[in-house]
């Protein structure tokens, strides 16, 4: 069974900065995309940031230059770097993978989801 677990989420005052973790476990055989997705309360979840196994990225206007996508293909592992943080990049955040499983086709992930709060 295939798991995406997130960490790195909490409070943070306004041009603060905060880092966030994903780690992908189980019988995967090879992991395409991973990305980041947010979603604030009353709106709908939208990209944030995602890379390929490659290493391109594409990113939301709204976090261009603030934020950085990473992943180390070893490890199974994706992180974004926010930085300059503000009260509009409050959400849950969304890790997202398109990973080939043990047995499985080709499918869409998401872990469970942490929270960001950026307020003073």
């Known amino acids: 069974q295939v798991q995406l677990v997130e960490s790195g989420g909490g409070l943070v005052q306004p041009g603060g900065s905060l880092r966030l973790s994903c780690a992908a476990s189980g019988s995967i055989v090879s992991i395409n995309l991973m990305g980041w997705y947010r979603q604030a309360p009353g709106k709908q979840r939208e990209l944030v940031a995602r890379i390929s196994s490659g290493g391109g990225t594409n990113y939301a206007d709204s976090v261009k230059v603030r934020f950085t996508i990473s992943r180390d293909n070893a490890k199974k592992t994706v992180h974004l770097q926010m930085n300059d943080l503000k009260p509009e990049d409050t959400a849950v955040y969304y890790c997202?993978?398109?990973?080939?499983?043990?047995?499985?086709?080709?499918?869409?992930?998401w872990g469970q989801g942490t929270q960001v709060t950026v307020s003073s």
């Open positions: 997202n993978a398109g990973i080939l499983a043990v047995g499985s086709n080709w499918s869409d992930y």
